[in-house]
């Protein structure tokens, strides 16, 4: 057991994705490494289309299938990567469970909630029908479903946004999965009720000592929810490290940019929102060498060679930039900007 | 559920009642005077106006419609010009036949189509996906009555498993009345599967993309399950609303196919009652077919509500 805690659950190394998108395949994800242990939180943050995703999907086996995906994903030491989809369905929402961004479309408008919170416990705990009714709406009872022994056969179609949501994060809790991977899963929700959302996520996370990555495009949502944190662009991690070294020391120009990008409160009104110039690259024609060099305020000639190397800039900090001497010199003037 | 019943129902009569205005209209506004059909062009003047007044054609538009509805709600549909007997009875003789040939060419048609269509839908752009859709564009190309004497010319008339024509009743035992119309239900269904089945793999297809598939194979269902339990009844409405529409087409179909097999069905009575000037025939049978189609469209509505939770709430 003490070899085991401190052994990873989960560990990514050199993971790699291609895609065949409409414009020709695309490298959607390159050389992610990181390693979780049990307990752990990690935080994935990015604009759309950086591999955050695609990252959360390949470890959950839903990729499709047309997808290549390269390098090692290990769960307690046993390799996922290539698993048959058989065997992948065993760990799926039992040992993996996912939470998606859309709770309006999630949830299957013709089967009621009950039967879908308990879908999982009978596939994976082999519960009876009534067993997995009972466990399904204590479950729809702690996720905070107002009188949930009456509701638990009412459709989906009959709940809020906030009520949906917290109908599928109790069915990705069924099983006690050990990782839970949380995609966006605020970002369709009242912003009344995102907050409530993230408090029960961080709740059950401490309560089952599961272990989390959260996606996000928000920094204040990363910033709150997780130990530490990976910022992703072009499908390459730019940044990472523990969270709050991170925001207090942000060495990439983009994580720079992501920051300055946030609209923050007691702004003068027409204060214009600062934005990184550019637009996201198309994964399917990534620039060669770094790839951000196309809208870094920073860019050298020697960025546009080759992918730069991680750099430890800290303890369990790492950037991805060779220009650190002047983009951590500057951090000072970028935070307060 | 009361509700959306009643409504439904109330829309049923309303459009009964408008196809019952149309088919009048259409028959009488029609050339030709049944009476002067029957006697034929060298009877009398005198004997003519007589066969119209004893037919009750003379009397005004408005009085010989209302006549004819009161006679279909008592269920007394008058006498055929042409036989002389009651068209009520002469329907029921042809029904025997057309009613169960109905039957399985739309049982033929479900079961290719939703087979056809899921295994599609299922190995989407793989070798079997593209093989099937071949075959169902050649489906929809092919004119039932043609695709008809193929099957005659094969089945009956080289190998000799099945008769070419006719019907042999069911008096000798369901399975030679089966037997008789099997080639017809099959040159009726093929067509029909064609379409149905390709609109069932594009309905397929759809629901396969939607976020709830994603969540269900993220609980950990395989392919297989996720298709059975989750997507085949979110994909159920539209081909539920194209099989209902099919049944329309399916009637219309038996009218040729009745007169390839030379069945004596309700499509080769009207048929002949056309041919015969024989309009009040004509007028009950297209009556009837009329409300077999609206009575199989409300069946349609009703399913609606029985599968999809929300539609009792939007109360369609």
Redesign the interface.
């Known amino acids: 057991m003490a070899e085991r805690s401190s052994m990873p659950l989960i560990e990514v190394s050199n993971l790699g994705v291609r895609l065949n998108t409409s414009r020709g395949p695309a490298q959607a994800v390159r050389g992610v490494s990181f390693a979780l242990k049990r307990g752990e939180t990690l935080g994935l943050v990015g604009e759309s289309g950086c591999g955050k995703s695609v990252t959360a999907m390949s470890l959950m086996g839903l990729l499709p299938d047309s997808a290549v995906v390269t390098g090692s994903i290990k769960l307690d030491g046993n390799e996922l990567a290539g698993l048959p989809d058989a065997d992948y369905c065993r760990l799926r929402g039992n040992r993996i469970s996912m939470i998606f961004q859309e709770p309006m479309t999630a949830l299957n408008p013709m089967h009621t909630i009950g039967n879908q919170v308990a879908e999982p416990l009978r596939r994976h705990k082999k519960y009876s029908a009534g067993q997995a009714r009972k466990e399904a709406i204590a479950l729809l009872d702690r996720v905070g479903l107002p009188d949930p022994a009456r509701r638990v056969d009412a459709y989906p179609h009959q709940f809020s946004g906030g009520q949906r949501q917290r109908i599928t994060i109790a069915m990705a809790l069924a099983c006690e999965p050990d990782l839970l991977i949380a995609d966006e899963p605020t970002t369709a929700l009242d912003v009344t009720i995102q907050g409530q959302i993230l408090d029960l996520i961080a709740d059950l996370v401490d309560e089952r000592g599961m272990s989390m990555i959260l996606i996000s495009h928000d920094l204040g949502v990363i910033a709150e929810n997780v130990q530490r944190m990976m910022v992703m662009y072009g499908g390459t991690v730019v940044e990472s490290g523990p969270t709050d070294e991170v925001f207090r020391r942000m060495g990439h120009p983009y994580t720079q940019g992501l920051f300055r990008a946030r609209p923050k409160l007691g702004a003068r009104k027409g204060t214009r929102l600062k934005t990184i110039s550019g637009t996201v690259p198309e994964l399917a024609d990534l620039p060669a060498g770094c790839t951000f060099s196309e809208r870094c305020p920073l860019v050298i000639d020697a960025c546009r060679v080759a992918l730069p190397p991680m750099v430890e800039v800290g303890p369990g900090h790492g950037v991805r930039c060779i220009r650190t001497d002047v983009s951590m010199a500057e951090t000072v003037g970028a935070l307060s900007a | 559920m009361s509700v959306f019943v009643l409504r439904r129902l109330l829309t049923l009569l309303a459009t009964l009642v408008g196809a019952s205005l149309i088919i009048f209209l259409v028959l009488d506004a029609l050339p030709g005077n049944a009476a002067q059909m029957l006697m034929g062009a060298d009877a009398s003047p005198d004997a003519v106006r007589a066969l119209t007044a004893k037919l009750g054609l003379d009397q005004p538009l408005a009085v010989r419609y209302l006549q004819w509805v009161k006679g279909l709600l008592i269920g007394d549909l008058g006498n055929s010009y042409v036989y002389g007997t009651p068209v009520a009875g002469l329907i029921a003789e042809r029904l025997v036949l057309t009613i169960p040939l109905a039957i399985m060419s739309m049982a033929i048609t479900v079961t290719l189509a939703l087979s056809a269509g899921i295994y599609t839908a299922a190995n989407h752009n793989k070798l079997g996906d593209v093989g099937v859709m071949s075959l169902t564009q050649v489906g929809i190309a092919l004119p039932n009555f043609w695709f008809a004497i193929l099957l005659v010319l094969l089945f009956a008339v080289r190998l000799q498993w099945l008769s070419a024509g006719g019907f042999a009743g069911w008096e000798d035992g369901v399975w030679p009345g089966v037997k008789s119309l099997l080639l017809p239900a099959v040159s009726l269904a093929v067509v029909q599967a064609a379409i149905l089945a390709r609109v069932t793999r594009s309905a397929v297809l759809e629901v396969l993309r939607?976020?709830?598939v994603?969540?269900?194979?993220?609980?950990?269902?395989?392919?297989r399950e996720v298709l059975w339990s989750?997507v085949l009844?979110?994909a159920m409405i539209p081909v539920m609303t194209v099989m209902g529409l099919q049944f329309a087409n399916l009637l219309a179909g038996t009218i040729v196919i009745e007169n390839v097999f030379y069945l004596p069905g309700l499509g080769r009575l009207i048929f002949q009652s056309i041919a015969n000037r024989d309009l009040i025939v004509v007028r009950n049978c297209v009556m009837l077919l009329a409300t077999m189609v609206v009575i199989v469209n409300f069946v349609v509505d009703v399913l609606y509500a029985l599968?999809?939770?929300?539609i009792k709430?939007h109360d369609l």
């Open positions: 939607e976020d709830f994603r969540t269900a194979r993220a609980k950990g269902l395989g392919k989750h009844r979110n599968i999809d939770p929300r709430v």
